[in-house]
């Protein structure tokens, strides 16, 4: 069993910079994919990154590529989401996300943290 607690959320000016965290417990953190997912209100909740166990392949959300990156430090059993040029259309509630591969639906995810708050004002 692997439990995930996020971080890092806030309230930021568009063209701001927040970085998440996610941090693990339970499990083998190394050999879990890793990914970051995202609920603004009234849509359903969608894929943002995620990121391999191994070499640390990544993948992204088209809107989202050139401005997050998502890396992962195993020793420290974290995965981080650093969010750059931020737009008001990023706000949402932020979830990482845990299973075997970097799967890029939600559904195929084994472990969910509760959710981090990022506002991102015009």
């Known amino acids: 069993q692997v439990q995930l607690v996020e971080s890092g959320g806030g309230l930021v000016q568009a063209g701001g910079s927040l970085r998440l965290s996610c941090a693990a417990s339970?499990?083998?953190?190394?050999?879990?994919?890793m990914g970051w997912f995202r609920r603004a209100p009234g849509k359903e909740r969608e894929f943002v990154a995620a990121i391999s166990w191994s070499v640390g392949t990544t993948y992204y959300l088209d809107s989202v590529k050139g401005r997050f990156t998502i890396s992962r430090d195993n020793a420290k059993k974290t995965v981080y989401l650093q969010m750059n040029s931020l737009k008001p259309e990023d706000t949402a509630v932020y979830y990482c996300?845990?299973?075997?591969?970097?799967?890029?639906?939600?559904?195929?995810?084994?472990?969910w943290g509760q959710g981090t708050q990022i506002t991102v004002s015009s």
């Open positions: 339970g499990g083998t953190f190394s050999s879990y994919a």
């Open positions: 996300a845990a299973g075997r591969f970097p799967y890029l639906t939600a559904v195929d995810y084994d472990y």
